[in-house]
């Protein structure tokens, strides 16, 4: 599976974030970063107890031609840490089938793809992640971490 992000749930089963620009928005992607900033979409793809695929839609534009992280809580929520630290979730309550944007990253001023702490996630039930500011030129930038706790 080509994918972009990938984290297995409670019961071992995988689950991945794919981004594309979808059809309906055209058949054909001329130019790849201006395409899927203007139309592209992550969608979450995870196999279910029955053995089967589903695919959602997470209903956030890309806005960029960068990837998207995945993670899961304790309880198999799931968290698509999007390009510039916008953060949208799903429930394992609803199959995963209510994604909605929790963070939108405002004034955060943000570049770039975001990396999970993984760690944080297991151990401690934060969602944390650094992010860069943009940057003029030549200029160093700063460095932060956006925390989010969990439901525990």
């Given at each position: 599976?080509?994918?972009?992000?990938?984290?297995?749930?409670?019961?071992?089963?995988?689950?991945?974030?794919?981004?594309?620009?979808?059809?309906?928005?055209?058949?054909?992607?001329?130019?790849?970063?201006?395409?899927?900033?203007?139309?592209?979409?992550?969608?979450?793809?995870?196999?279910?107890?029955s053995g089967t695929w589903r695919k959602t839609?997470?209903?956030?534009?890309?806005?960029?031609?960068?990837?998207?992280?995945?993670?899961?809580?304790?309880?198999?929520?799931?968290?698509?840490?999007?390009?510039?630290?916008?953060?949208?979730?799903?429930?394992?309550?609803?199959?995963?089938?209510?994604?909605?944007?929790?963070?939108?990253?405002?004034?955060?001023?943000?570049?770039?793809?975001?990396?999970?702490?993984?760690?944080?996630?297991?151990?401690?039930?934060?969602?944390?992640?650094?992010?860069?500011?943009?940057?003029s030129g030549t200029t160093p930038s700063a460095?932060?971490?956006?925390?989010?706790?969990?439901?525990?």
């Amino acid at each position: 599976m080509n994918q972009e992000s990938q984290f297995t749930d409670s019961a071992g089963r995988p689950h991945a974030v794919i981004s594309y620009v979808p059809g309906r928005f055209g058949r054909c992607t001329t130019d790849y970063v201006a395409d899927r900033t203007r139309s592209g979409r992550a969608f979450h793809v995870r196999k279910t107890a029955s053995g089967t695929w589903r695919k959602t839609e997470i209903p956030v534009p890309l806005n960029s031609g960068q990837r998207t992280k995945l993670v899961l809580d304790r309880y198999d929520n799931a968290y698509a840490i999007l390009p510039y630290g916008r953060t949208a979730g799903a429930s394992a309550a609803s199959d995963h089938t209510d994604w909605k944007l929790l963070y939108d990253g405002a004034g955060l001023n943000a570049f770039g793809e975001v990396v999970i702490d993984e760690t944080r996630v297991a151990r401690d039930g934060v969602l944390s992640f650094p992010y860069q500011e943009k940057s003029s030129g030549t200029t160093p930038s700063a460095l932060h971490v956006v925390d989010f706790r969990l439901p525990a």
